[in-house]
């Protein structure tokens, strides 16, 4: 009868996973009423840039240094006010041209925000990865949207350039988006180039426009220095799409063959 009833019970507990009603109606929930891993939208960050391995000792270095007081959306708040601070001061630079420093100010305090916060929430283990991902990414492309308006009104660049910088950065963030939500791999650079340094890039662009916004090129003619900067950009930019879609598209096509 023992034996019996032990293989009663254990035939009743491999039935009532099936047949029982879920505890929890969050079809992600685990026993413990937390998330499944899989669930948290976590990804792998790839960082090859020239300067990424400096700027991850000094990011953790200032994290373990900032108040209590302050925590990650604070500087997330900070990257994006800096990011609408860029572009209008890009735009009053057209009647100012010493708002240009302002340009690089706001680019500095936009790297503080936007890198620190990821850097902060790890060094506190207080990560919130989808709603990390999600609010700084939408807040990125509005920025940027801020910024390319900005140079679109400063005069020291073509407005359809502008926004066909704009266009070309949407697409690749889009590409980008896609293939980390169906690889999660996200990348934040290419060819060496990341954030960090394409800020390097923009300030020191802004600088010069200070003395001189307007480069010779030969027998080519003159042309606005960020003119020349944004057709470099949008050839970069249409490199990396098309680099990245050929490279995501043969993995997946590896990794899910049509059946023979």
């Not at 032990?6 to 937390?34: E, F, I, Y």
């Not at 502008?162 to 590409?175: D, G, H, K, P, S």
């Amino acid at each position: 009868m023992t034996n019996c009833a032990m293989t009663w019970n254990d035939l009743r507990q491999k039935l009532l996973p099936s047949t029982a009603k879920p505890r929890s109606q969050n079809p992600l929930a685990t026993p413990n009423g937390g998330e499944a891993a899989g669930a948290k939208g976590t990804h792998i960050r790839e960082h090859g840039s020239v300067l990424a391995a400096a700027e991850k000792t000094a990011l953790v270095w200032i994290a373990r240094r900032v108040p209590r007081s302050i925590n990650s959306d604070h500087l997330t708040a900070l990257g994006f006010a800096a990011m609408l601070l860029a572009g209008s001061s890009f735009a009053l630079a057209r009647r100012y041209p010493w708002a240009l420093l302002g340009v690089v100010i706001a680019l500095a305090l936009n790297w503080v925000g936007d890198s620190l916060d990821g850097t902060l929430a790890r060094v506190r283990n207080q990560q919130r990865p989808r709603y990390g991902f999600y609010v700084d990414h939408v807040l990125d492309l509005v920025g940027t949207f801020s910024l390319l308006c900005g140079l679109a009104l400063s005069g020291y660049m073509n407005p359809l350039l502008a926004m066909a910088m704009l266009a070309a950065y949407l697409t690749a963030a889009a590409e980008e988006f896609l293939a980390t939500h169906v690889r999660r791999v996200f990348h934040l650079s290419f060819m060496g180039f990341g954030p960090t340094e394409l800020r390097i890039i923009l300030s020191i662009g802004a600088l010069y426009l200070l003395y001189r916004p307007w480069v010779h090129l030969g027998s080519l003619g003159t042309f606005r220095l960020f003119d020349i900067g944004g057709v470099v950009a949008i050839a970069g930019l249409a490199l990396k799409i098309v680099v990245s879609a050929i490279r995501n598209g043969r993995a997946l096509y590896r990794e899910e063959r049509l059946p023979q």
